[in-house]
């Protein structure tokens, strides 16, 4: 191991409490683990932040910092980190998108997944021509995408790294091979998940041999994974790409049992990220910046948020009361209206841009003024897509991704920053293990049904194509163009929601980073108006019924991770409905 690794390992093991091993000892004690879950309590510093859903993945990232490393650096080793301590969510097995500031540009990095070239529009579909149930299509190989995270995170790292790549990988090599401790969200997790056990190499790793998961606390040990981490530190993502590890991938796809999936090794050689131009508009005097086609997120979030700037919302602020913040009823009604609308064209428009042709004027001023006025005092119920420039709208499709996703927030000491968020789609993906890692259910995210009314669906499978994502990894810069935030969540379409409300409470309504990140979840994806169970009282959910609104209550289990910046340095913040930590100097 080199003498910077070295270095970078052991300022990463005596800040996060693991024993660093010595040379040629890798079998030491392992770390103890984090005794409570994170929270959002905002946390302040003056050179750095780094904001993950995990405190092992915010130190690794934080270790990077403190090193000289830049953001990219930092983003690299915390998902490294992750795909360890939260497998369930991401990892090497599958996709990410980023955007990336450098002071003076933001640009978008495109790492999602691909359908293998052998995939037809007839992928989910049983042999009579209806659709396959979620469970049905999602486990086993079928519903496997070309993985993209590890040439995305090298292209950024080619680009705009500052450390060497093999020194980003030492935090997750010291964890697979000391452990880590189980947490209790992996814990409550493995204990609800029903497919996983089937397969023989996730069950040896998850489970006990009575089929029961390892407990909270137990030291959890990867050594598969960490030779390939080794492999891919010392050669670089063609390890992962070509080889005996791309055989064995596909080898694992193809051999499934009872559902064998299409990938080849020719899909894997042939993978290459993208960079593509952020969709931005301004919103509040701000410029808002969030991910374009394959993901609807930044559109979706752009129209939410010009939508309820042009209804006033700024004048709706959340009521004070004896506990948490209360969202307004008629700010819940319109942010709910200004959803419908972004939802309905985001199943009528959005795809892959290289199969489907995005419409330039969905964040035009004269479009949103227009939809903005399809709001009433009334709930409009089920919204129409609008007509914008140029429009040819696929039909509607009832796509929902599975909300088993990361993010994570980062800023350098030079200003620069990464909002990457990752995910491998449902929880545990594809529920099968390769050299330590799960593949990805990614192909999940495409319309089973081809077809609706007799028009093609924009999101339908296609050979090489990119399934449309929610992720909304988004940079908020101010009127000098400076950095003014970092934000993102993992939570499927909600993420749309989950990150547009946040906006909506700092920059509307003057909210803390970390009040804005804790207040009640609200919305609709174009169905009912959807509310954060028991976070709402019975008066607020009688006056959006008397609208017209059909309410419904959920567990809205999103994991915001924001940064915003101060007049002395940076403020972190990560959401207390995960396990997530914010970490700065």
């Not at 209360?326 to 985001?346: I, K, Q, S, W, Y």
Request: contains cysteine.
């Amino acid at each position: 191991m080199a003498r910077l690794a070295r270095s970078l390992l052991l300022g990463f093991c005596l800040a996060a409490g693991v024993t660093a091993p010595a040379r040629g000892e890798l079998e030491r004690p392992a770390p103890e683990a984090a005794t409570a879950q994170g929270g959002a309590a905002a946390v302040h510093s003056r050179e750095f932040m780094a904001v993950t859903a995990h405190p092992l993945a915010s130190e690794a990232a934080a270790a990077m910092l403190r090193a000289g490393g830049s953001a990219v650096d930092a983003a690299i080793a915390a998902q490294l980190v992750l795909n360890l301590v939260e497998p369930q969510s991401s990892g090497i097995g599958g996709g990410a998108l980023a955007l990336h500031f450098d002071g003076r540009t933001v640009r978008a990095y495109d790492g999602r997944e691909t359908a293998p070239r052998a995939a037809r529009e007839d992928l989910f579909l049983h042999p009579d021509g209806t659709a396959m149930g979620f469970p049905e299509a999602v486990v086993g190989g079928r519903s496997v995408g070309t993985p993209g995270v590890l040439r995305l995170l090298e292209m950024m790292h080619r680009r705009h790294g500052r450390l060497p790549w093999a020194d980003l990988f030492a935090p997750a090599i010291a964890l697979a091979e000391q452990g880590f401790p189980v947490g209790p969200r992996l814990h409550a997790l493995l204990a609800k998940e029903k497919d996983l056990v089937a397969d023989p190499a996730a069950r040896a790793y998850f489970y006990r041999p009575d089929g029961s998961p390892w407990p909270v606390g137990h030291r959890l040990k990867n050594p598969e994974l960490a030779k390939v981490f080794r492999r891919l530190a010392e050669e670089g993502s063609d390890a992962f790409y070509v080889g005996t590890l791309a055989r064995d991938i596909v080898a694992r796809v193809r051999s499934h049992p009872t559902n064998p999936g299409l990938l080849d090794e020719t899909d894997l050689a042939a993978y290459w990220p993208l960079t593509r131009e952020p969709v931005c508009l301004r919103h509040a005097g701000l410029r808002i910046c969030g991910f374009p086609p394959p993901s609807s997120g930044g559109i979706g979030v752009g129209q939410i948020l010009g939508i309820v700037g042009r209804l006033q919302i700024k004048d709706y602020p959340p009521r004070p009361g004896s506990g948490p913040l209360m969202p307004d009823g008629t700010a819940v009604h319109l942010f709910a209206e200004a959803g419908r609308l972004a939802f309905a064209d985001r199943a009528a428009f959005v795809a892959d841009p290289a199969f489907q042709r995005i419409p330039a004027g969905l964040l035009d001023d004269s479009y949103l003024d227009a939809r903005a006025r399809l709001v009433g005092e009334k709930s409009l119920g089920t919204a129409l897509p609008g007509r914008p420039p140029g429009a040819v709208a696929g039909a509607p499709d009832g796509t929902d991704e599975r909300p088993a996703t990361s993010h994570l927030s980062i800023v350098d000491r030079e200003g620069q920053a990464v909002a990457l968020t990752t995910t491998i789609e449902s929880g545990f993906g594809s529920r099968l293990m390769v050299h330590g890692f799960l593949l990805n259910n990614q192909l999940t995210d495409f319309a089973f049904a081809p077809t609706a009314a007799g028009k093609p669906v924009a999101n339908r499978v296609q050979p090489g194509k990119r399934p449309r994502s929610s992720m909304a990894p988004t940079l908020v810069l101010d009127a000098k163009g400076e950095l003014k935030a970092v934000l993102g969540s993992p939570g499927g379409p909600w993420i749309i929601n989950y990150v547009a409300k946040t906006l909506v409470g700092i920059l509307d309504w003057g909210l803390d980073l970390d009040a804005a990140i804790a207040l009640p979840h609200f919305g609709s994806r174009n169905g009912p108006t959807e509310l954060e169970a028991g976070r709402f009282d019975g008066v607020g959910k009688d006056a959006l019924k008397a609208r017209g609104h059909a309410v419904t209550e959920g567990e809205m289990t999103s994991g915001l991770a924001g940064i915003v910046r101060t007049p002395v340095g940076w403020t972190g913040a990560a959401d207390p409905r995960r396990e997530g930590s914010a970490v700065g100097r």
